[in-house]
C-alpha cells in the first residue's frame, strides 16, 4: 500500500500545481522498510514473493519521477530480478507470469509495424558511441563499460539496416509509409510481466569498437527485432551483473560510466517506437531526461576539480550528444510531467528533425562535425 502511494503521490506532483513530494518520500521509506522486513522472513511463501514483486515494481516506477532518481531505479530494477528469479526457481505460482523470453514473444507481433527510425538519429548516437571507443580500448577501463558500449551500439546498429531497406529514410522527412499509432484499446486481459533471467557474458574478448561489428554487414533478417532484443540485453547488465560491477558503474567518481549511462538512457528514449506497444502512452517520462543534466552537472564539477590533472577532451565533450538530445525532448513541453511517452513517439516518428536542433544555439560544435575519438588519460 506505501509503495502504491508513493507511485500515486509522485505521479500528482508532476501533474498539478501541488507539491506532493514529501507525501511520495515518506510513503517510499514505508515501502522499502516493509521490503527489508518482508526479506527477513525466508523462505518466503508465494503470496508474499509476489506483493513484494509488485512493490518493488511500484518503487521502479516511482523512481522515474524523482529527478535523483537514477541510483533508486536501477537498484529497484535489480530488486525485481532477484525476486523473479526466487518466484521461478523456487516455483512460486501467484499473479506474475515470468518467463525469461516472454516480453520479447508478446512483442515480435507487433515491430513489424513499426516504421524506420531517423537514420540521422540513428547516425548520430552511432557517432557519439564511436567517440568513446578509444578511452574503452584503455585498460583502464572496466569489463561492465566495455560491456555496456557495446550493447549501446548493438543497439543501434540494427536500425541502419532498417533504414538501408527504405530508401527515403536518408532524408530527414519520414517515409511515405504512414506511421502505425498503437491503439489505445485495453487489452482483454494484462499482459504478464517479464524480466530477462540469464546472466549475461562479460563480452571482454571483443573488441570495443563497433567498426567490425558483423551487423555493418546489413544481413539482419528483423532489424527491429534485433533492436528490441538487444535493448533488453542491455537493460540485464543493469538488473543482472554483480553488484560491484553496477556500484562501479553508478558511481559519479567514474566518469566514463557516467557518460555512458548518460546514452543509455537518451537511446532508449529514441526508440519509444519500438516500445509503444508496451503500454503506458501517457505516462509522464521528462524527469528522467533530468537525469541526463544531472550527469552533466556532475562532470562538470569533476572537470573544475580535476582541471589541471588531466590532458584531453573533457567529460562533458563526449556527453554533447545526450545533452543535447535531452534538451530538445524537453523544451517540446511545457513542463516536464506533460512529456509523455506518447508525445515522445511522435517526435521520433514525426518530428526528428527537432532532435537535431542547431549546434550554433546548443553551444556543441564538436559534435557537428563528427570530432574524432577522444583521447588522453581520464582515469
Not at 131 to 147: D, W
Request: hydrophobic share 40%; charged share 20%.
Amino acid at each position: 500500500m506505501h509503495a502504491m502511494l508513493a507511485l500515486s503521490a509522485s505521479h500528482l506532483s508532476l501533474l498539478c500545481v501541488d507539491s506532493f513530494s514529501t507525501a511520495s518520500l515518506t510513503h517510499r521509506q514505508q515501502a522499502i522498510k516493509g521490503l527489508h522486513s518482508a526479506f527477513s522472513s525466508w523462505p518466503l511463501k508465494p503470496a508474499e514473493a509476489h506483493a513484494m514483486l509488485a512493490t518493488s515494481y511500484m518503487l521502479a516506477f516511482q523512481s522515474q519521477y524523482m529527478e535523483d532518481g537514477l541510483v533508486d531505479h536501477v537498484l529497484s530494477m535489480r530488486g525485481c530480478a532477484l525476486l523473479s528469479q526466487v518466484i521461478v526457481t523456487n516455483n512460486l505460482k501467484g499473479a506474475f507470469v515470468i518467463s525469461p523470453n516472454l516480453h520479447c514473444t508478446t512483442m515480435n507481433r507487433h515491430l513489424d509495424d513499426v516504421s524506420p527510425i531517423n537514420i540521422r538519429l540513428v547516425c548520430d548516437a552511432l557517432a557519439s558511441l564511436e567517440r568513446l571507443t578509444p578511452l574503452l580500448e584503455n585498460s583502464s577501463a572496466h569489463e561492465v563499460e566495455i560491456t555496456f558500449h557495446s550493447r549501446l551500439v548493438a543497439t543501434m546498429k540494427p536500425l541502419l539496416a532498417s533504414n538501408a531497406a527504405s530508401p527515403s529514410s536518408t532524408s530527414a522527412s519520414l517515409s511515405s509509409k504512414p506511421h502505425h499509432t498503437p491503439s489505445s484499446k485495453p487489452e482483454s486481459r494484462p499482459d504478464p510481466i517479464e524480466i530477462s533471467l540469464g546472466i549475461p557474458i562479460c563480452e571482454t574478448s571483443c573488441s570495443p569498437t563497433f567498426h567490425n561489428d558483423p551487423t555493418s554487414q546489413f544481413i539482419l533478417p528483423d532489424p527491429s527485432h534485433q533492436a528490441y532484443l538487444s535493448l533488453m540485453h542491455l537493460f540485464s547488465v543493469l538488473t543482472t551483473w554483480p553488484e560491484a560491477s553496477i556500484t562501479y558503474i553508478l558511481s559519479q567518481s567514474n566518469p566514463l560510466s557516467q557518460v555512458l549511462l548518460a546514452h543509455c538512457i537518451v537511446i532508449q528514449f529514441l526508440l519509444a517506437p519500438l516500445r509503444a506497444h508496451e503500454g503506458g502512452l501517457e505516462v509522464p517520462v521528462g524527469v528522467m531526461l533530468v537525469w541526463v543534466e544531472k550527469i552533466h552537472e556532475g562532470l562538470q564539477a569533476e572537470e573544475k576539480e580535476r582541471k589541471d590533472h588531466r590532458k584531453g577532451k573533457p567529460w562533458t565533450e563526449l556527453i554533447e550528444w545526450p545533452l543535447r538530445v535531452a534538451r530538445a525532448m524537453i523544451s517540446t513541453v511545457e513542463q516536464k510531467g506533460k512529456l509523455t511517452k506518447g508525445r515522445l513517439v511522435e517526435m521520433v516518428m514525426r518530428h526528428p528533425e527537432k532532435l537535431r536542433p542547431d549546434i550554433d544555439e546548443a553551444k556543441t560544435p564538436a559534435a557537428s562535425t563528427g570530432d574524432e575519438g577522444a583521447s588522453g588519460s581520464y582515469k
